[in-house]
């Protein structure tokens, strides 16, 4: 998986290494697991370079990285984990090679939405939203998922494309007020509101109306590309 800032952004499956390095990493993996005991699935980080394995750090819960199988295998990270607590089988079909993409959110919000192009949502790709109530700088609120039979890398190159195509940022007139520092009395405070918010890095800004004191509700949307 790729980080920034020390923090997962893009994974995906199948990771290309050599056969050597792959059965190491199984016995790296289960040695840790099996010295630290318990059930459930367990996300072990290692780094790998040519044919040596070297362990990096182990999560005793399903991976943040390990969401890609939502869209590579019959039974996800999340499964797999509730499986392996209850002794059931854990058995699965795997798909074929796919990739994840974070979305991590720009601002600081007490109704996070997301709003994602519509191309997203295709027979190799989709969009899981994670319904968190509050965002702040770099929490990710969603993950988009793409699908490739044969190629993870070509999966990875599809997930990165349509990750840009998500964008946040849908605040009401209290939530605004705050981002911007300005008072919205108006519509037209709305509009320039909005303009400074999408300044800020938003692509769109839809700014709801429920609170301006109006006997009509309005909601103001801006695009930067517009």
């Known amino acids: ?14 990771m290309q ?8 990493s ?21 780094f790998i370079k040519g044919d040596e394995v070297y362990f990096s750090e182990v999560s005793p819960r399903p991976h ?11 039974q996800t990270q ?28 720009t601002d600081d919000t007490f109704s996070p939405n997301i709003i994602a ?3 997203i949502f295709s027979k190799n790709s989709f969009l899981r939203v994670f319904g ?22 070509v999966a990875l190159e ?26 919205i009395k108006n519509v037209e405070d709305m509009i320039y509101a909005a303009n400074i918010l999408n300044d800020c890095g938003a692509k769109n800004a839809l700014v709801k109306g429920g609170h301006l004191n109006s006997k009509i509700i309005q909601d103001v949307f801006v695009s930067k590309k517009k």
Do not use: C
């Open 64 to 74: 943040d990285t390990g969401m890609v199988t939502m869209i590579t295998q019959s």
């Open 17 to 24: 290494m050599s056969k050597i390095a792959y059965q190491k």
């Open 26 to 46: 199984i016995e790296v993996a289960q040695k840790i697991t099996d010295g630290l005991g318990g059930r459930g699935l367990f996300g072990v980080e290692l």
């Open 158 to 183: 599809n997930a990165k494309k349509l990750i840009k195509k998500v964008i946040l940022i849908t605040p009401n007139i209290p939530e605004a007020e705050t981002l911007t520092k300005t008072k």
């Open 117 to 119: 192009d519509n191309s």
């Open 1 to 14: 998986h790729i980080q920034k800032d020390g923090d997962y952004i893009f994974s995906w499956q199948p």
């Open 78 to 105: 999340f499964a797999l984990h509730i499986r392996a607590v209850l002794g059931l089988p854990l058995d699965f079909i795997t798909y074929g090679a796919g990739a994840s993409a974070a979305f991590k959110a």
């Open 132 to 153: 968190k109530p509050q965002s702040h700088m770099g929490r990710r609120l969603a993950v988009a998922l793409t699908f490739d039979k044969d190629s993870s890398e």
